[in-house]
T-cell receptor, first 113, second 115 residues
Framework: AQSVSQHNHHVILSEAASLELGCNYS??????LFWYVQYPGQHLQLLLK??????LVKGIKGFEAEFIKSKFSFNLRKPSVQWSDTAEYFC???????????FGTGTRLQVTL | DAGVTQSPTHLIKTRGQQVTLRCSPK?????VSWYQQALGQGPQFIFQ???????QRGNFPDRFSGHQFPNYSSELNVNALLLGDSALYLC??????????????FGAGSRLTVL
């Protein structure tokens, strides 16, 4: 079955620390990968996406993610987090032209001053 | 502004009742998907509508049904509510096309509490 796993459920970092959130997927064939962010009280917003090409994808607000096919991973990174990055982060995947997304359980990031 | 509008934002129902949630997609989008997000979980796909027909369906019982109207807006109906149906219901719209164009825009959600 298709699945997405996020192993970090709750991460606490100080401002300016580096961030890496893990995401692994279990999919056959071509996979499209996404990271969404949900700030407190707000809707899900797309951070970045990977469909094909350069496996290092840059998104909004200084986030990037690297697609490593051999590891079935799509980890999210940011060199220096800010207090405003406090939010819940979801990795998601789909295949082909189907837009049905399978989400991970999410990682709650708390950035302290 | 998400571009996707959902109503109502909050509602409380009792077990056995029925509920209808509504969604207006982002301008220019023709496809609407519904997701259920239980507390502490990621969104789970319920179904997707395109050209007024159900195009894909997730692992949800027939108590969950939907509709898409000619103006692309959509409704989600849940019958015989159970306590476990308490969740945030998210609507997402997109433009049906090749993978590079197929990105979902989410609404803020309708929070359903079943007592």
């Amino acid at each position: 079955a298709q699945s997405v796993s996020q192993h970090n459920h709750h991460v606490i970092l100080s401002e300016a620390a580096s961030l890496e959130l893990g995401c692994n997927y279990s999919y056959g064939g071509t996979v499209n990968l996404f990271w969404y962010v949900q700030y407190p009280g707000q809707h899900l917003q797309l951070l970045l996406k990977y469909f094909s090409g350069d496996p290092l994808v840059k998104g909004i607000k200084g986030f990037e993610a690297e697609f490593i096919k051999s590891k079935f991973s799509f980890n999210l990174r940011k060199p220096s987090v800010q207090w405003s990055d406090t939010a819940e982060y979801f990795c998601a995947a789909n295949t082909g032209t189907a837009s049905k997304l399978t989400f991970g359980t999410g990682t709650r990031l708390q950035v302290t001053l | 502004d998400a571009g996707v509008t959902q109503s109502p934002t909050h509602l409380i129902k009792t077990r056995g009742q029925q509920v209808t949630l509504r969604c207006s997609p982002k301008s220019g989008h023709d496809t609407v998907s519904w997701y259920q997000q239980a507390l502490g979980q990621g969104p789970q796909f319920i179904f997707q509508y395109y050209e007024e027909e159900e195009r894909q369906r997730g692992n949800f019982p027939d108590r969950f049904s939907g509709h898409q109207f000619p103006n692309y807006s959509s409704e989600l109906n849940v019958n015989a509510l159970l306590l476990g149906d308490s969740a945030l219901y998210l609507c997402a719209s997109s433009l049906l096309g090749p993978p590079g164009a197929n990105v979902l825009t989410f609404g803020a959600g309708s929070r359903l509490t079943v007592l």
